[in-house]
């Protein structure tokens, strides 16, 4: 079955730190992979996402790059400010399993001023 | 509507009562979804609802845990004879999964307590 395994958190930041939230999956077949936030006190929401191999998906100064030959999807923000305080899930769907989803466990971040 | 909501936003219950929950998704959304979040944890995937097709029950952690959808409209999450570790936040999202990379779009939850 298809599982995505995220960093362990909690990570704890100063701001304007560089931040990196590993991400990798296994999956049956082409999936398409998400990152979803979740601020304090607050619904998940799309962070950002990408649909092919080699595609970047962007948003709010974070990056992620879907790499097919690693199974990963690494989460990068080059300076991260204190509102990045929140939990961030990976995640995959694919169309031959009619779209469900799985999630990550979720990486609870901090960012300090 | 213009997003996911449900209800009610809170629910406090005793032991070994029955509750039910409710999701209403984006109109015309066919995939829907329930999740259960304990605090500070992860989602827990629990059934999954795609048009007619005959939903995926996998995730449901017991036979407590049923969940009712009609068509491609309002679906409800039933938990009987609760217990105190059912105590979490339920949420539900809904999507178009037609084509590659539809996002799911998640309500604000049901946080439950079970005293």
């Known amino acids: 079955g298809n599982s995505v395994t995220q960093m362990e958190g909690p990570v704890t930041l100063s701001e304007e730190a560089f931040l990196t939230i590993n991400c990798t999956y296994t999956?049956?077949?082409?999936?398409?992979l998400f990152w979803y936030v979740q601020y304090p006190g607050e619904g998940l929401q799309l962070l950002l996402k990408?649909?092919?191999?080699?595609d970047k998906g962007s948003n709010k100064g974070f990056e992620a790059t879907y790499r097919k030959e690693t199974t990963s999807f690494h989460l990068e923000k080059g300076s991260v400010q204190v509102s990045d305080s929140a939990v961030y899930f990976c995640?995959?769907?694919?169309?031959?399993?009619?779209?469900?989803?799985?999630f990550g466990d979720g990486t609870t971040l901090t960012v300090k001023p | 509507g213009a997003g996911v909501s449900q209800s009610p936003s809170n629910k406090v219950t005793e032991k070994g009562k029955d509750v039910e929950l409710r999701c209403d998704p984006i109109?015309?959304?066919?995939?829907l979804y329930w999740y259960r979040q304990r605090l500070g944890q992860g989602l827990e995937f629990l059934i999954y609802?795609?048009?007619?097709?005959?939903?995926?029950k996998s995730g449901l952690p017991s036979d407590r845990f049923s969940a009712e959808r009609t068509g491609e409209s309002v679906s409800t999450l039933t938990i009987q004879r609760t217990q105190q570790e059912d105590s979490a936040v339920y949420l539900c999202?809904?999507?178009?999964?037609?084509?590659?990379?539809?996002?799911?779009?998640f309500g604000p939850g049901t946080r439950l307590l079970v005293l």
């Open positions: 999202a809904s999507s178009s999964p037609t084509k590659r990379g539809e996002t799911q779009y």
């Open positions: 609802f795609q048009g007619n097709s005959a939903p995926d």
């Open positions: 995640a995959l769907s694919e169309i031959e399993t009619a779209g469900k989803s799985t």
């Open positions: 109109s015309g959304h066919t995939a």
């Open positions: 999956a049956t077949g082409y999936p398409s």
């Open positions: 990408a649909t092919k191999a080699d």
